[in-house]
């Protein structure tokens, strides 16, 4: 237990990380990134505007000067990561060792079961299109190159949990039919069972779905319901619902500022 | 030195203005008058001259009309205690620029028997009200004006023990200074008693009043001066203008022991403070411990660089009424910040925890703190801790803790 004597950094220009939607305005906070964010950081993270920020913001040139002929002697790319979390004294050595393991844990994995955990990161952060395309790439590979039907079911599932976050309830549906005859697990069923309440065109006569008891599925229909009535009480939702409640003329302003805002939301997904 | 060192003693019925080098100095009443049917205003005789030819309108007691946020009423127009007190300032300024030349006055140090916040607050908007640079107007007690008279005098006037009695017409005081060496930086501590025993001066022109006086004045000196060893006793103040009356507080004192009389000591002594301003490097190399100034080192434990350090907030000796620190640290792992307050007995050093109440609960290292430190007066210490978030990883609320200390 302590507390740290901050450094004096007068960030005029914080730098943006697009990935999260968040601009940093000190090294502490770039630190935090890089330590809980691997998977976003270990590829070409530390780039020219990065440099910039390090060497012009938080000025810390000797660093940034580092960093840059790590850049371009072409070292191990962990190192830069490395380094600027020893000249922030942000995490303690022992940390920085352990993120050191952490980082060299990964990078030994199997490339498609690094991949895969990437795309799993890229989705927990709403990254829903780079997720996709990473989930699509190892799903197209052929089934022997992939490891087991258990590895290939996840991927089918991450695939389409990225699709249904994307309204794609189609294509949602067929990765999850996919994930299910790999996996042979009913969680996959019951997601297609959701996406049916949304899309009922995808009721099908045949597949998994059909074999499902009428039971069951009210259960689900239960379930469904209970979150549907959650949802409603959201705090979003009772905005908007106060929005429509107004006369138009009164809350454009607010309408439009909204649907940008939604707009910029889901373009910052794909 | 080409720049003139203007030390005031500001009281609330006489001022007194000595510069340093020079011989000359002024004593005048705290009083400002108008001259009626004119926007003029007359300080010292002038303003006497104006009101015994009924011609002026008078004010007197600034101090004390600063003090409760009086106003005066002259011709009709309300005239507030600041305004009066700057005009007053402004026109006993002109005195030593008249004397001495406008483009000397260098640096402006005034006394004041106690360091009340109103008054510095209106003293130093005086001073802004006035052009007068903040970095070139000093306000300091009169027990720090006795520290800076003291040290300017030759050691063996200080080696041991100074007494200093102030005898007025708003008070009789003794204040005590000792130097202790032998420490990282040489301390003098000073310290001042408004004595109980107080009378008004007017009793001294009739022999039983006279010789009241010298008994009362006997009573204090064996009190407060009986088994210690001092190196000089001073006298001031308006009551020892003449020592006729005090036939045996003069025998009292001067047995054994050094005494000087300094009609002007506490005006003089801001001066060499001020002139001390001059210089590049101070003529006094110590801590000052006394009235007006901060009597323990405030610091937080913080970690940088991987190592602990004591991050000083205030120091001993430290003016409060311009002690005030801010700094930025992030919390690890602890809710509440631990201040340390070690007064010159590091014996006495103890710990204030200040819970972090209100909070966000956030991971650690996730919530950066600013914490400010500034005084109220040279006992109270008034901290304020408020959360500034993380950026936008954890956006700031408005959560702050503000509490008081006594040091």
Redesign the interface.
Same mark, same amino acid.
């Given at each position: 237990?302590? %507390? %740290? %004597?901050?450094r004096q950094e007068s960030v005029k220009c /914080?730098y943006y990380v697009e990935a999260l939607d968040?601009? %940093?305005?000190?090294s502490?906070?770039l630190c935090?990134?890089i330590y809980n964010h691997p998977f976003l950081v270990m590829e070409g993270f530390v780039d020219e505007g990065l440099l910039d920020f390090i060497r012009n913001e938080l000025n810390m040139g000797a660093l940034a000067s580092r960093l840059e002929k790590l850049r371009t002697g072409g070292e191990e790319p962990d190192e830069m990561l490395i380094a600027i979390l020893s000249e922030c004294?942000?995490y303690? /050595?022992g940390e920085i060792g352990q993120y050191r393991l952490r980082l060299a844990a990964l990078r030994k994995k199997p490339e498609a079961e690094y991949e895969k955990e990437r795309a799993d990161y890229l989705f927990g952060i709403r990254q829903y299109g780079k997720a996709l395309e990473i989930y699509s790439r190892l799903a197209e590979r052929s089934a022997d190159s992939l490891r087991d039907n258990d590895f290939a079911g996840q991927v089918w599932n991450g695939l389409g949990a990225c699709y249904a976050r994307l309204f794609q309830t189609a294509k949602a549906f067929q990765a999850y039919e996919k994930a299910y005859a790999c996996l042979g697990d009913e969680a996959a069923v019951k997601k297609m069972y959701f996406l049916t309440r949304l899309d009922p065109a995808l009721l099908q006569k045949e597949g998994p779905l059909s074999s499902v008891p009428e039971e069951k599925k009210r259960k689900w229909d239960g379930e469904a319901e209970e979150a549907e009535e959650k949802a409603a009480q959201s705090r979003e939702i009772l905005k908007l619902e106060q929005l429509f409640g107004r006369d138009l003329s009164e809350c454009r302003e607010e309408a439009a500022e909204m649907i940008s805002r939604w707009k910029q939301e889901y373009r910052s997904m794909i | 030195m080409d720049e003139l060192a203007i030390g005031m003693d500001l009281c609330d019925t006489y001022t007194k203005i000595s510069c340093f080098e020079e011989e000359k100095s002024w004593t005048i009443p705290t009083v400002i008058c108008k001259k009626k049917n004119t926007d003029e205003w007359y300080v010292g005789k002038e303003a006497y001259g104006l009101v015994l030819t009924g011609t002026g309108i008078m004010v007197d007691k600034l101090l004390s009309l600063v003090m409760k946020d009086g106003t005066a009423t002259i011709e009709g127009v309300k005239y507030g205690a600041a305004e009066l007190l700057k005009k007053f300032l402004e026109r006993v300024l002109e005195l030593p620029e008249k004397e001495f030349g406008p483009a000397r006055t260098g640096h402006i140090a005034i006394a004041l028997p106690k360091t009340e916040k109103r008054l510095l607050d209106v003293l130093f908007s005086c001073a802004g009200s006035m052009n007068i640079p903040r970095e070139r107007f000093h306000v300091i007690s009169h027990t720090e004006s006795f520290v800076y008279y003291v040290m300017s005098q030759k050691k063996e006037v200080w080696a041991t023990q100074v007494g200093l009695f102030d005898l007025s017409d708003e008070r009789l005081a003794y204040h005590e200074l000792k130097v202790q060496r032998g420490m990282k930086r040489m301390i003098v501590q000073a310290e001042t008693q408004e004595l109980e025993e107080s009378f008004n001066l007017d009793i001294l022109e009739n022999t039983a009043g006279a010789r009241m006086a010298d008994r009362i004045l006997c009573s204090c000196g064996e009190r407060l001066l009986q088994k210690k060893l001092y190196s000089a006793v001073f006298l001031t103040g308006k009551g020892f203008d003449r020592l006729d009356w005090a036939e045996n507080f003069r025998k009292l004192l001067c047995s054994k022991r050094r005494v000087y009389g300094e009609a002007d000591l506490f005006a003089r002594g801001a001066a060499y403070l001020a002139a001390d301003c001059l210089r590049e490097k101070t003529a006094y190399p110590f801590a000052c411990i006394c009235e007006g100034r901060v009597k323990a080192t405030v610091s937080v434990a913080v970690k940088q660089r991987e190592r602990e350090v004591q991050m000083i907030m205030a120091s001993a000796g430290d003016s409060w009424y311009e002690a005030r620190s801010s700094v930025e640290l992030i919390a690890d792992g602890q809710d509440y910040v631990d201040f340390s307050i070690t007064p010159l007995d590091v014996k006495k050093k103890r710990t204030v925890r200040i819970p972090l109440e209100g909070f966000p609960h956030r991971p650690d290292r996730t919530t950066r703190l600013a914490v400010s430190v500034g005084f109220l007066d040279e006992n109270t210490m008034a901290v304020a801790i408020q959360d500034k978030g993380f950026g936008e990883l954890f956006p700031a609320t408005d959560a702050v803790v503000r509490q008081e200390v006594m040091i």
């Open positions: 237990m302590s %507390l %740290l %004597l901050c /914080p968040i601009h %940093l305005y000190s502490q906070e935090y990134v004294f942000y303690s /050595p | -």
